[in-house]
């Protein structure tokens, strides 16, 4: 920008930088865990606590789906279709998509609507798929106590939150085999360069793989 001001005020006939590169922006990946832990974390919820089928259901959930804490927190009891494992979440912009459950979020969540959640719901008339003690939704502070809670339990990182098993599900597609364009839908992305940083992700766990397991690594 200095050279361009002196090219401008005319200081200068050319500028002596116009063949050096910009730096690159830093770039912080997020926190992935491995498909072991994740597997722990949803397995986290025992007997002891007291809302255990709703707490798996919820983990189950963040991880199934991807979705945020906000989509999962506003999710209503319509948008829930176990027979065809599927719901309907709302995301930023209003913007609706369909995402898929997996098996063992669909038993949990079929778990929880038979045995917990109308136990919870005698006191009100909520909508919302996950609700607390009072009957009442679940909110985004809550998820995130929840999530942190289980963490701490299985002895994940003090950095796991509600979003890391967002980052934890798309980069476990991708390592799967899913297409770029795919897992931009169902994360309910408007645009492709911010579901490409999970494509660095997995690449610098390649990385690590070869560094690894390569004799000369």
């Known amino acids: 920008m200095f050279f361009r ?12 930088v116009d063949l050096v590169s910009s730096p690159k922006l830093w770039q912080h990946l997020p926190h992935v865990l491995s498909p072991d832990m994740v597997n722990r974390l949803l397995a986290a919820p025992a007997g002891a606590d007291r809302f255990m089928l709703r707490d798996r259901a ?7 789906t991807g ?6 927190v506003n999710l209503k009891l319509r948008d829930v279709h176990l027979d065809e494992s ?3 979440c709302v995301g930023k912009g209003n913007k609706e998509r369909l995402v898929s459950l997996n098996p063992i979020a669909n038993r949990s969540l079929a778990a929880y609507l038979a045995h917990e959640r109308p136990l919870l719901a005698v ?22 106590s929840l999530v942190k ?19 934890s599900f798309a980069t476990h597609m991708l390592a799967g085999g899913a297409e770029i364009r795919a897992l ?19 690449h610098t766990r390649l990385k690590a793989v070869h560094r690894k397991c390569h004799p000369r690594g």
């Open 67 to 72: 979705c945020r804490a906000s989509e999962v």
């Open 58 to 64: 919820l983990l189950a959930l963040l991880y199934a």
């Open 5 to 16: 001001y002196l090219l401008l005020e005319g200081v200068m006939r050319e500028s002596v």
């Open 184 to 202: 931009q839908e169902l994360l309910g992305h408007a645009s492709i360069a911010t579901t490409q940083i999970y494509t660095h992700v997995e």
């Open 123 to 144: 006191r009100s008339d909520a909508e919302e798929l996950l609700i607390s003690k009072s009957g009442r939704a679940l909110t985004r502070i809550m998820v995130w």
């Open 86 to 88: 599927y719901c309907r």
């Open 149 to 167: 809670k289980y963490a701490r339990r299985v002895g994940a990182s003090d950095k796991v939150s509600p979003h890391t098993l967002r980052h």
